[in-house]
Nanobody
Framework: QVQLVESGGGLVQPGGSLRLSCAAS????????MGWYRQAPGKQRGLVAA???????NYADSVKGRFTISGDNAKNTVYLQMNGLKPEDTAVYYC?????????WGQGTQVTVSS
């Protein structure tokens, strides 16, 4: 059974920074994609950033240059460093693991950007 445990959300002022972490436990295959999605009220969940087991990275256009995704394969953990946060980044952020055709999701962590 795969579990994803997220941490690092919170309230931050515009221009501030936060770092999200997601640790995966259970049976993790050698080939996978881990990433972060977000969902704001009244909007669909969308990709923020993703990283493969070999380090290929993909970002949503809205976060390029501000967010950085990284991973630690030994710990099965992925991080999302968020800098230059804007009010429009406010959302629930969900960790995702895509492995062997199956999507696993974390419980979500709230990120609120407000003065």
């Amino acid at each position: 059974q795969v579990q994803l445990v997220e941490s690092g959300g919170g309230l931050v002022q515009p221009g501030g920074s936060l770092r999200l972490s997601c640790a995966a436990s259970g049976i993790i295959y050698s080939i996978y994609v881990m990433g972060w999605y977000r969902q704001a009220p009244g909007k669909q969940r969308g990709l923020v950033a993703a990283i493969t087991n070999v380090g290929f990275k993909n970002y949503a256009d809205s976060v390029k240059g501000r967010f950085t995704i990284s991973g630690d394969n030994a710990k099965n953990t992925v991080y999302l460093q968020m800098n230059g946060l804007k009010p429009e980044d406010t959302a629930v952020y969900y960790c995702n693991l895509h492995m062997d055709g199956v999507d696993y999701w974390g419980q979500g962590t709230q990120v609120t950007v407000s003065s």
